[in-house]
């Protein structure tokens, strides 16, 4: 074998690397794209071209794009490390047109050797794919969709924008071609329509208007038909006609038989009725494409800051240098309007961060040295001098992208279920087109089912309204992390709220110190935050300040507390039972309003913290817009009973629970759904992770420990409360919509189908009953955004965003 | 109805003429951003 690419004939950089079997022989390839070519080619039989050419095969154009994904560097800023053995990424598919295609590229990277997960989302075009790097490279991925005719490429901003540009420019240009054609042939065709039979209309000038006609449907056909015809021959090979065959059928066949017609000057021409198809369709179709864009680029925004550059000091200079190249301990300097690269801790100056971004907050935050900045949030007034703690893909809006991307890739189960009944009644539709024409003995009978009762409707019923939510979610600082969340969430009767870090700030101060008096104040204190050094719990930020004792061998006892030795005496910092269970002798009795925190050893009590915590602002309203939508809301706690009593009887929560450890929160939500209740948890601490993966549907806050934003099915970005009815709201109100959508696409095609079948109904009325059908679906299914811009009865007004546009120029 | 066969192809020209109007329009630019004209009169300097 030689040493070059049996593809293009360049040097092998790494022979046997990439080999594929081509006429019988194993050939060796210098790249995966020349591979994929190749077996690409010799797949579909026509491996002859090896024998035959003259020069060798032109390499890939996007050849070194597939290779540059493999690098390390370049992949820390859109690949997500789960251990040694996995990674995953997020990929942005071209080419997709529809379900079967989203099929075809889900199973082709399911079976490529070593990919571990693969979900496709048709809303925002991408792949979710998880792989194991020692047994294949992401470049492998990209050249098995390249392999199937598809393309990959990791998400990128900058060239998701040029993409997206160039998709809606293709739309346009398509819906301006048929909707000029249309309106145009429409006016060759009123002659024909006013003459109908009367014979004033001259057989020439009859002609001279058909062949008008032919020429300006022409381009309808070649220019704005393209998808129809694309989309239907993929789904024609491979047997799955999804709702563009139909559509190509009748469009194809109606404009061959008008075309004919129009040659020999016999037989009905139905110009008009393609032209003006094409063009509803069209029209229904780009405003799927702007909602789909629209909600996507909100998540873009989350990214977008991963392109810019910062100024990294290196030897007392500040020297320009990519975000993601940045590593923790650097020191960077921001300057004024720009993005801030990574999430760290300001050292020098002082300026407002608008945090809108990550938070939905639109009021720009102070920030003075010590204060933390997350990367993406924008620096309004002054330079800012910052140390890095976290870049590229570790940092919180990396993480929040991720999340919020993993909800746009899965699908939801309702769209999966429309997806699959359209796909049944594409065949029923195809089968009694081609007996009705039968009957018939008339072509027109079968165009006319073909057009009539395509399930284009069907197929557009749920996607864009699901998405026109998630989008507008995400821009008040709601993240979506699973797309079937909405339907469950609609349907939540009894909504579980945690106390602590949730209905409060979790932000507590030590109001009363108790002493047993065998230790002092300032000895308990400093035994205290020893303990609760290492730990993350709200309550241990109480600890924080002052002296601390070196404690030995901590152990946490998540709900309860946590053990730990001084000096080999055995001490214990936590609830009263935890307590209990190691000291001698009776403990004091808590007190009724503030949360207590026991410490004590093997011998007794030594002290009780009484730790007093604030409201969270809005949480009043907040439950009390939860109760006025009909839901049942339970206070769900591991605080002492007497302060989570006093806190429902505040917010007038009827149902509570105190001293509840994780296992029982769990339990509690497991037994509410035995009685057949829908679960909705709102929790935010490490200890609420299981209960909220137990919940049917839950939301986590924005602030809170990482493992529980991963569990949950919402993010509260910005930690309000306020989002939680708002969401609920909006959750039922896209559900009512896409049972209306369902509702309305089901029952015109039950009533269209045996209309057309039977001769009713002509391809004009078919052509236009079923574009109107669409772009009823696709109109009703976009109010599901736009309810947000309503002011709801429980929201105070937020500023919009027209106030903050001083700050930015 | 003589005027006819002078006033539909050319009626046919103007059709193509107009298209390329737009094609060019459309690929200079014009279309990509139609929500911001809206907002551009709203802001006080530049």
Redesign the interface.
């Known amino acids: 074998m030689t040493g070059t690419c049996f593809h293009c004939g360049l040097p092998l950089p790494e022979p046997g690397r990439w080999r594929a079997p081509v006429l019988g022989v194993p050939r060796n390839f210098c790249c995966a794209g020349c591979q994929a070519v190749a077996s690409t080619i010799a797949a579909a039989g026509h491996a002859r071209y090896y024998e035959t050419r003259e020069r060798p095969g032109a390499k890939p154009e996007s050849l070194p794009d597939a290779l540059a994904y493999d690098d390390p560097l370049a992949q820390r800023q859109f690949t997500d490390s789960n251990g040694p053995n996995e990674r995953s990424a997020t990929l942005i598919l071209d080419r997709i047109r529809c379900a079967a295609c989203l099929w075809l590229n889900e199973q082709t990277l399911r079976h490529v050797p070593g990919v571990l997960r693969a979900d496709l989302n048709y809303t925002t075009q991408r792949a979710r794919v998880a792989w194991d790097p020692v047994r294949c490279r992401l470049s492998d991925i990209v050249a098995a969709t390249r392999a199937i005719g598809y393309d990959a490429y990791p998400y990128d901003p900058q060239r998701q924008g040029a993409f997206d540009?160039g998709a809606?420019?293709k739309a346009?240009?398509g819906l301006?071609?048929a909707g000029?054609?249309a309106m145009?042939v429409m006016?060759?065709a009123f002659p024909a329509y006013v003459d109908e039979g009367t014979g004033t209309l001259?057989r020439e000038?009859e002609a001279?208007?058909r062949w008008?006609s032919l020429?300006?449907t022409a381009?309808v056909i070649v220019f704005s038909c393209g998808p129809f015809f694309s989309g239907a021959w993929r789904e024609l090979r491979r047997l799955r006609p999804g709702m563009d065959t139909p559509i190509a059928l009748g469009i194809g066949a109606g404009f061959a038989a008008s075309a004919w017609a129009t040659v020999t000057g016999t037989g009905a021409v139905y110009f008009d009725s393609i032209a003006m198809l094409a063009f509803l369709l069209l029209g229904a179709r780009y405003l799927e494409l702007a909602a789909r864009q629209r909600a996507a680029r909100s998540l873009d925004r989350l990214s977008r800051w991963s392109a810019s550059t910062a100024f990294r000091l290196e030897d007392g200079k500040y020297v320009q240098a990519q975000a993601h190249e940045l590593v923790k301990g650097d020191l960077v300097m921001v300057p004024a309007g720009d993005r801030i690269p990574a999430d760290g801790v300001v050292e020098r100056g002082s300026s407002s961060v608008d945090e809108s971004l990550l938070t939905g907050e639109p009021l720009p935050l102070a920030k003075s040295p010590g204060s933390s900045i997350c990367a993406g949030t924008l620096n309004l007034e002054q330079p800012l001098t910052m140390r890095v703690e976290r870049a590229g893909g570790e940092t919180r809006a990396a993480a929040i992208a991720r999340l919020v991307e993993r909800g746009a890739a899965s699908r939801p189960r309702l769209v999966a279920a429309a997806d699959r009944l359209a796909q049944v009644f594409t065949w029923i539709v195809l089968v009694v087109a081609a007996l009705a024409g039968l009957h018939a003995g008339n072509g027109w009978v079968t165009i006319a089912v073909l057009v009539a009762t395509c399930p284009c409707a069907l197929a557009l019923a749920a996607p864009i309204a699901l998405t026109q939510v998630s989008g507008d979610l995400l821009a008040r600082g709601v993240a979506l992390t699973r797309a079937s969340a909405l339907e469950t969430l609609a349907s939540a009767t009894d909504v579980v709220l945690d106390k602590t870090g949730t209905l409060t700030n979790g932000r507590f101060r030590i109001a009363r110190v108790e002493l047993s008096g065998r230790a002092d104040s300032a000895e308990c204190r400093a035994l205290a935050s020893g303990l609760e050094a290492g730990s993350r719990h709200p309550l241990a930020r109480a600890f924080e300040e002052g002296k601390s004792v070196p404690v030995e061998s901590i152990r946490n006892v998540p709900g309860r507390g946590l053990e730990g030795k001084v000096d080999g005496r055995t001490l214990r910092i936590g609830t009263e039972n935890f307590c209990r269970e190691l000291a001698a002798g009776p403990l004091p009795p808590p007190d009724s309003a503030l949360t207590p925190v026991y410490l004590a050893d093997e011998l007794g009590w030594l002290a009780v913290f009484h730790l007093e915590d604030t409201l969270r602002a809005g949480a009043d309203e907040a439950v009390a817009a939860l109760q006025a939508a009909g839901l049942r809301v339970h206070l769900l706690s591991g605080d002492h009973p007497a302060a989570v009593s006093a806190l429902a009887v505040r917010l007038g929560i009827a149902i509570w629970h105190g001293g509840a450890s994780p296992q029982d929160k769990f339990g509690y939500a497991a037994q509410l759904q035995r009685e057949g209740r829908v679960v909705a948890m709102v929790g935010d601490g490490l200890n609420d992770a299981p209960v909220l993966a137990r919940a049917n549907v839950s939301f986590a806050m924005g602030g809170g420990a990482d493992t529980a934003q991963r569990h949950a099915d919402y993010v509260l970005l910005g930690n309000s409360l306020d989002e939680v009815p708002s969401t609920f709201h909006q959750a039922r109100r896209a559900m009512q919509i896409v049972r209306q959508n369902f509702g309305w696409a089901l029952a015109y095609n039950a009533i269209v189908l045996p209309l057309a079948a039977t001769g009713w109904i002509g391809p004009l009325e078919a052509a236009i009953g079923m574009a109107a059908s669409s772009f009823i679906v696709v109109l009703n299914a976009l109010r599901a955004g736009a309810s947000a811009q309503e002011p709801e009865p429980w929201k105070a007004s937020t500023s919009s965003s027209?106030s903050r546009?001083?700050s930015y120029? | 109805m003589e005027s006819l066969y002078l006033l539909i192809p050319l009626s046919v020209a103007v059709v193509f003429l107009i298209g390329w109007v737009f094609w060019c329009a459309l690929h200079g630019g014009q279309f990509d951003d139609l929500d911001r004209a809206g907002t551009d009169v709203l802001s006080e300097d530049e």
């Open positions: 540009r809606r420019r346009l240009w301006f071609v000029f054609g145009q006016m060759y001259s000038a001279l208007m008008a020429l300006l381009p027209l546009s001083p120029s």
